[in-house]
């Protein structure tokens, strides 16, 4: 995380100084499924992921800080806390707008939807909700 911000600190320094864009390349490792259907034991080993849960940089840099004497174990509770309650409220609001419209599905996925798509928005545009309600605008 150091290394991202030193980084990211000299291409931001660069582009104030008008001196032109900076390509940066961060590259990352997903430690869960892809989605709750994934299965990724499918293509990866436990090792494999645990290798990699050994070098998540959160805790490194905890572990740095802390070995700093810059954070406390009462700093970070706190930090965790105040950040479990910003997602709490950012999953109450969410909540609160109620599902999105299941035609939202295809939005902004392409700038030109392939024919397939275009068909299968079709589809389920015509296709009536569970609750019986019309496919369009339906909120489900």
């Known amino acids: 995380m150091l ?13 104030r100084r008008a001196e032109g864009p900076t390509f940066v390349e961060l590259l990352t490792y997903r430690l869960a499924p892809h989605s709750t259907s994934d299965d990724p034991t499918r293509y990866r080993s436990e090792d494999e992921v645990d290798r990699w849960r050994q070098r998540d940089p959160i805790v490194r840099l905890r572990r740095h800080l802390s070995g ?3 954070l406390t174990d009462e700093q970070d509770a706190e930090i965790h806390r105040e950040i479990a309650e910003e997602i ?7 909540e609160a707008l109620g599902p999105p419209d299941r035609l939202s599905l295809f939005d902004d996925v392409y700038a030109e939807p392939p024919w397939h798509l275009v068909e299968q928005r079709d589809l389920l545009a015509r296709t009536r909700g569970r609750d019986g309600s019309p496919g369009e605008g339906d909120g489900k």
């Open 68 to 70: 700093l004497g810059i």
């Open 3 to 15: 290394a991202v911000y030193r980084v990211l600190s000299e291409a931001i320094a660069r582009a």
């Open 88 to 94: 709490a409220r950012a999953v109450g609001e969410a």
